[in-house]
Structure formats: structure tokens, C-alpha cells
């Protein structure tokens, strides 16, 4: 059982108001996370921040043992209806239970936690709590956090899993780094019926919930730090052990805590918003270069897409895998440590990958072949102009998120195309309003085109994208569908309505359903309201490219040229270099 002292000093600092009444220091203090104009613009969508839940989160980590102990504290207002059953997800006992959650007081009486599923908690709530009354639920939590997998360190290790289902590392622990994403067990959404949204089904994004404010202190040893979303209230020599840090957070949809040992921090300040990235030693480098790449998203995006709601924003270095290039969450984003490994030596990619002894043996047999060039560019140049464009994309797709699903709130797990394929497509806006519409184009024959293209070559089958994450064979058929064939719906539909009705429906879905939740066809809705009389030409370019399966059609065959990005020009590869690169592609996705 971790240590109640820190609840001592969190009361003392607030004076130990209570929680919904006016003014509340605990709420002020979550507050302190918003831009002084977004209080205003928030409760014009949500009413009261006081009225919102309210986290109290407190966490001690042993990093060596991947043990950790801690409480969570959680008030929640009964607005229109009355509570009789409280609903809190914990991701990772999606695959074991990682997670154990004990001693549950509700209003300070025991409480009985059932488990209907494994990663869902119910607590009865009897009597149930009248509307306008608050339901106080309090729980003690203990979790041993899994070792990372082995391929995380390699870029091309992690691409095109065809494994088990998993979380992407994110509940994992390196040596010198934990991912405790999940950690805080989180108020459940519900349905109009008042069932419960879906868990991770081990493919795509793990949840979302209901924005809230969170106050929270993790304890760590000496050397290590905690990386979390928020306002950093500061860090507090313990007496017995280490350094306890405390985050204040406001309209977040979740509390991502991370921990690391021998990261850098390199700062910028953009506007009214503070970035911070986080990066190992190793990757000192390209750690500087992703905080750039942040702060020239977040430039492009506010001028068209309207002011994001945090004064400060971080971006963390992360041991991913299985496919993860970068993780979200409400002011804080993850970068894949593959990533940094691969922008900074290119041929890190190789490491742990099958075949890639042959891909290398083709790449050398098509440098000779054409005097080191290969469409005017040398093909490990390619390589590593690829990664870097990788990077500075994952940077703008996670970005990106901060508007979708971040500010407007789908259904990650019933409905992931919603958020995924638009943000992926913002990511390309992204490359066009920062690099040019030409680099936008050669981005989204890589990003896009060669991704779905790649999974065609390996033997996948085209489906349709709008359905369920349970629904998707493999993360490779994920990506390849969600990711790359799905966001090329609205490069039809911009070119069907224009640049401007475009944009402009970009700009009213965010102000409309900002701190909401929107339905899957919301935005085709606002692109209607902005380019009236398109409405039956929309309905049928989504079903085209969201409910159909027309890939090889709209994407070309594929083909190694554009996997390349159309830079083989001439060169044609005879038949063994080819089965070589082909038997590689296979190693890669376990065939």
C-alpha cells in the first residue's frame, strides 16, 4: 500500500476545499493546464468545469522491481439522470491482469468491485446518487508492469505485425524507461442506453473518456523522471525515497503517466504554449529536431483549425511496438524510440527483421546496377530521406490528434476510422501548408498509397475501413486500411467541394463538437453545411472509400517503384533481385 502522505500535503495545499463548491482551489489549480481565453470558450460547450469529474490521482513507481502502488480518488457530478452504477476501464488487463484494483470506498463505505469483462469495473451504486448529488468513489491499485517487447528498437521490427494482439508497449518497461499508459482507471463513457463504450480490442487506439480534470503526484526514485500531461506543479525531495512530481490537468480525456532515466529536455515556446520534448541521450539529435517538427505543427494547424486548449505541450521519446509510430493524448503526444534510432542510423531499420540480409544484398546489386543512383537518388539515400519524412509525419499525425480525437471526441474502438483517416489526411495537409503542395504529393504516395500498396504485396486482401478494431485480421491490415486507403476519401471530397468549403468544414466540425462527441458522419455533415447540394455525391464517395472495397482501383497495382516513392525511374529489377525483395517483405510480415 503506497503512503498516504502525499494526500496530506495535496490537502494542505488546497486548503481542503471541497470539490464542487464555487471556486474550488483543487479545479483552479487543473485550470492553471488552460490558455486564458479557453475557460470561456469550455464552458460554453460543457458548462461548469467545476461539474466535471475530478481525478485525484497518486502513484509510487519502483522502476527496478516494474512494480507500482497507488490510489485514485474520483467525484463525479449526477447531472440529468441519477447514478446507480459506476463503469472504470483499466487498458491493460486487456491481455492479463496487469492491473488489480482493491479496497473500493464509495462515499467512504466499502464497496464491491465486479469485473464483466477484463479490462471493465462496475460498482454498484445503492442507493444511487439523485441528480445534482456527487458520487465519491475511491480505489487502491497495484500493478506489475510487463517487460517491453524485443523488437522495439528496431524500425522495421515493428512495422507490419502480424502477432498476437497487444497494446503497442504502452503499458510496458524498459530498463530506463516505463509506459504506464492505463495506470488511472478512468469513468467508463455510456451509450444513450447506458451501456458502457467498448475496450481495446488488442488492434488500433485503446480508449477514450469523457473530458476531466486531474490532479496527480508520482513518486520515483532519485534519477528518474515522470513525464505526464499538465501543468508541472514541481518536484519534492521525498524523505524516505525519492522525488514525488505533481501535474494539474484540465479537459483531458486521459492521464498518461511515463517514467524515464537518462532523458534530455530541449524547450520551445510557440505563441502562448510552452513545448517540451523528452528524449534518451542517444538521441539527443533528432530528440531537438522532433521538438521543431512540433512547433511547426502546431503553427500550421491553429491558424485553420482554431487554438488548442493547453499551455503546455510535451512530446516523450517511447520504447513502441508492433507497428506504433507515436501515441496521443490530450497535450502530450509519444514518438517511437524506432524513429529516433532509425533518423538517426539509418541502418538501425535492419536490426531483427527477417530478410533483411537480402534486402540489403538488393539494395547493393541496385546501387551498382545504376552507378549508385536509382531515379536520380541513391536507394539508401532514399531510405533515410524516408525516415526522416516518417518522422517529422508521425510528429503532424500526432499532433493532428489533439483535434481528432482530442478536442472532438469519436469512438476509438467501434469507429476508428472517424479520427484515424482524418487526422492521417491533416497530417498530409499538414506537409502541404508547411513544404508545398508538391511534397504533400510525394508524402502521400508514401505515407498513404505505398502503405496500403505494401499490404497488397504481402498477400493482404482489401476490406472496408469503417468498421470495429475487433474486426481487422492484423495491425498490418489496419494500418494498411484505416491508415492508407481511408483518409483519400477526403482528397475526393476536397476536390469535390473545393479548398475553401473544405477548410472552412474543417474549422466548424472543430468549433462545433469540441469537447463533444461526434458520430461517424458529422463531418460529412459540416463539409454539406459548407458546399450545400453535395450531400448525395458525399454520401457516395464515403461509402466508396469507407464502406466498399476499391484499393487496387483508386490506388494502382502495386508495385516496388511506388513502395520507392516513384523514384526507380528506369530501372527495372530482374527476377532473383526481385524474389529477394519479396521473401523480405514476407520475413517482415511473419509469412
Known amino acids: 500500500m503506497a503512503p498516504a502522505r502525499p ?35 469550455a ?25 507500482v502502488k497507488g490510489k485514485v480518488q474520483v467525484e463525479v457530478l449526477a447531472k440529468k439522470r441519477s447514478i446507480s452504477e459506476l ?113 481495446p480490442s488488442g488492434i488500433g487506439d485503446l480508449a477514450l473518456f469523457d473530458p476531466s480534470n486531474v490532479l496527480g503526484t508520482v513518486t520515483v526514485p532519485s534519477g528518474w523522471q515522470v513525464h505526464a500531461t499538465g501543468v508541472a506543479m514541481g518536484e519534492v525531495p521525498e524523505k524516505t525515497h525519492g522525488v ?63 487554438t488548442l486548449p493547453y499551455k503546455a505541450f510535451r512530446v516523450v521519446e517511447a520504447p513502441l511496438s508492433d507497428g506504433a509510430g507515436g501515441m496521443e493524448f490530450q497535450g502530450l503526444i509519444t514518438v517511437g524510440s524506432s524513429l529516433y534510432h532509425g ?107 505505398a502503405s496500403y500498396q505494401m499490404y497488397r504485396m504481402m498477400g493482404g486482401e482489401d476490406g472496408p475501413a469503417q468498421r470495429a478494431t475487433e474486426e481487422f485480421g492484423s495491425s498490418m491490415e489496419y494500418g494498411a486500411i484505416v491508415y492508407g486507403k481511408a483518409p483519400l476519401f477526403y482528397a475526393a471530397a476536397r476536390k469535390l467541394v473545393g479548398d475553401e468549403a473544405f477548410l472552412r468544414a474543417m474549422r466548424s466540425y472543430v468549433d462545433t463538437y469540441r469537447y463533444k462527441w461526434a458520430s461517424l458522419d458529422a463531418f460529412r455533415k459540416e463539409l454539406v453545411k459548407a458546399s450545400p447540394g453535395t450531400g448525395g455525391a458525399l454520401e457516395r464517395l464515403q461509402n466508396h472509400w469507407w464502406k466498399e472495397a476499391h484499393g487496387d482501383e483508386d490506388l494502382g497495382q502495386p508495385s516496388f517503384d511506388a513502395l520507392m516513392g516513384g523514384n526507380m525511374g528506369d530501372l527495372k529489377l530482374d527476377k532473383d533481385t526481385q ?6 517483405m514476407k520475413g517482415m510480415s511473419g509469412q
Open 87 to 199: 463503469f472504470l476501464r483499466v487498458t491493460p488487463n486487456a491481455s492479463g491482469k496487469k492491473v488489480t484494483l482493491s479496497d473500493a470506498k464509495l462515499d467512504g463505505k466499502p464497496a464491491p468491485l465486479e469485473r464483466p469483462e477484463p479490462t471493465l469495473i462496475r460498482i454498484p451504486v445503492n442507493p444511487p446518487v439523485e441528480p445534482g448529488a456527487v458520487a465519491k468513489l475511491e480505489v487502491s491499485l497495484q500493478a506489475s508492469v510487463p517487460r517491453a517487447k524485443a523488437n522495439v528498437g528496431s524500425l522495421l521490427g515493428a512495422l507490419g505485425s502480424s502477432g498476437p494482439p497487444g497494446d503497442y508497449g504502452a503499458f510496458s518497461a524498459t530498463p530506463d524507461f516505463l509506459s504506464l499508459v492505463g495506470i488511472v482507471p478512468m469513468l467508463v463513457p455510456l451509450h444513450p442506453d447506458g451501456t458502457p463504450f467498448a475496450g
Open 343 to 449: 533518423a538517426t542510423d539509418p541502418n538501425s531499420i535492419l536490426q531483427g527483421v527477417q530478410g533483411m540480409d537480402m534486402f540489403q544484398e538488393a539494395m547493393q546489386q541496385m546501387s551498382a546496377m545504376t552507378g549508385g543512383q536509382a531515379g536520380g537518388m541513391n536507394p539508401f539515400e532514399h531510405i533515410a530521406k524516408t525516415i526522416e519524412r516518417t518522422l517529422e509525419f508521425t510528429v503532424a499525425h500526432e499532433v493532428g490528434h489533439q483535434y481528432f480525437a482530442g478536442l472532438v471526441g469519436t469512438d476509438p474502438i467501434k469507429e476508428p476510422v472517424a479520427d484515424e483517416a482524418l487526422t492521417q489526411y491533416t497530417a498530409v495537409l499538414y506537409f502541404e501548408w508547411a513544404h508545398g503542395k508538391a511534397e504533400a504529393e510525394s508524402l502521400r504516395q508514401e505515407a498513404l498509397v
Open 244 to 306: 514525488r512530481f505533481s501535474f494539474a490537468s484540465a479537459l483531458v480525456r486521459d492521464f498518461p503517466v511515463f517514467v524515464s532515466q537518462g532523458y534530455e529536455s530541449a524547450s520551445k515556446t510557440v505563441g502562448d504554449v510552452t513545448i517540451e520534448s523528452f528524449f534518451a541521450s542517444r538521441d539527443a539529435a533528432v530528440g531537438r529536431r522532433v521538438l521543431q517538427y512540433t512547433a511547426s505543427a502546431l503553427q500550421a494547424y491553429e491558424p485553420k483549425l482554431g
Open 7 to 41: 494526500w496530506l500535503i495535496l490537502a494542505l495545499l488546497l486548503s481542503a476545499a471541497p470539490v464542487l463548491a464555487g471556486g474550488s482551489p483543487e479545479v483552479q489549480l487543473c485550470l492553471q493546464h488552460l490558455k486564458p481565453a479557453e475557460k470561456e470558450r
Open 43 to 67: 464552458e460554453k460547450q460543457l458548462g461548469p468545469l467545476e461539474e466535471l469529474p475530478l481525478y485525484r490521482v497518486q502513484l509510487d513507481v519502483d522502476p527496478t522491481k516494474r512494480e
Open 579 to 584: 524474389k529477394m525483395i519479396e521473401e523480405m
